[in-house]
């Protein structure tokens, strides 16, 4: 009995510290939780994205892949902008707005996977319930 409960303790322990690891961890995004989407009802459940994970996973070393970064020229191939929220430049729907966010996101995410014939693009395979 008595070492049933150490162990129980035991396997407790683990379980919050693990836990905590995870929760504290910044490296660690599970979904794509932009802000702009926060303020907005959103119709669709939240996105599936092991950020690193993701990442390793389909080869793609260059954060400007996604962290894009643009001048009067083009898109800059020496430059990123990791830690903009894909947001503060792609504005959620406006009519003045060519590439609203919502686009932005399914451009970026979908395109990629249909040109790689490798990952999610069926609406409920990114927008897990
Ligand atoms: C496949 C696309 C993709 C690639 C490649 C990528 N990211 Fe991200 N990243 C995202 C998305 C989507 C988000 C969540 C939305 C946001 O914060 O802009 C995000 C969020 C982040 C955040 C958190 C920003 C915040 O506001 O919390 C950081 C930091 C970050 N990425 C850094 C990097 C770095 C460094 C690399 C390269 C090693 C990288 N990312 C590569 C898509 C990508
Ligand atoms: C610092 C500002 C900035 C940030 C941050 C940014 N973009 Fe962009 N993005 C631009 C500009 C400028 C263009 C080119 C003009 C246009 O088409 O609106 C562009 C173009 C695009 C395009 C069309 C061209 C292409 O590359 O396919 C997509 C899709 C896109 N962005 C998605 C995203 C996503 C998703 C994120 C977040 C991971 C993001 N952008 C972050 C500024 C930004
Ligand atoms: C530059 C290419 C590229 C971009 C951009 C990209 N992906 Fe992917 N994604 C892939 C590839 C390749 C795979 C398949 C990886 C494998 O399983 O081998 C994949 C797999 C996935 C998977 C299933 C595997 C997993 O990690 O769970 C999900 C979910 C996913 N992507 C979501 C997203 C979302 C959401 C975005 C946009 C924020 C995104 N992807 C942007 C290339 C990309
Ligand atoms: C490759 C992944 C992927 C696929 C496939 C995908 N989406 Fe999305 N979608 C996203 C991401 C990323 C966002 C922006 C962030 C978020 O909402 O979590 C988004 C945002 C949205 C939004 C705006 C936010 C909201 O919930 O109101 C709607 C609506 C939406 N998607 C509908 C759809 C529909 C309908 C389909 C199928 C035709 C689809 N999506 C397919 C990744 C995907």
């Known amino acids: 009995m008595k070492k049933n409960r150490l162990a129980l303790y035991i396997a407790i322990a683990v379980f919050v510290s ?9 490296e660690d995004i599970r979904t ?11 119709m669709r459940p939240p996105v599936r994205f ?16 996604c962290h894009h970064a643009y001048d009067e020229k083009g898109q800059k191939t020496d430059d990123s902008s990791e830690g903009t929220e894909c947001s503060e430049c792609h504005k959620p729907e406006t009519p003045e707005n060519t590439l609203a966010l919502t686009r932005a996101y399914h451009l970026q995410c979908k ?8 990952g999610p693009v069926m609406c409920g395979e990114c927008h897990v319930k």
């Open 18 to 26: 693990v836990c905590g690891g995870i929760a504290f961890s910044q």
């Open 32 to 42: 794509v939780a932009d802000s702009a989407f926060d303020v907005r009802q959103i």
């Open 50 to 65: 092991l950020h690193d994970g993701h990442n390793e996973k389909a080869q793609i070393g260059d954060c400007n892949v």
């Open 111 to 118: 395109g990629c996977h249909a040109e790689r014939k490798a």
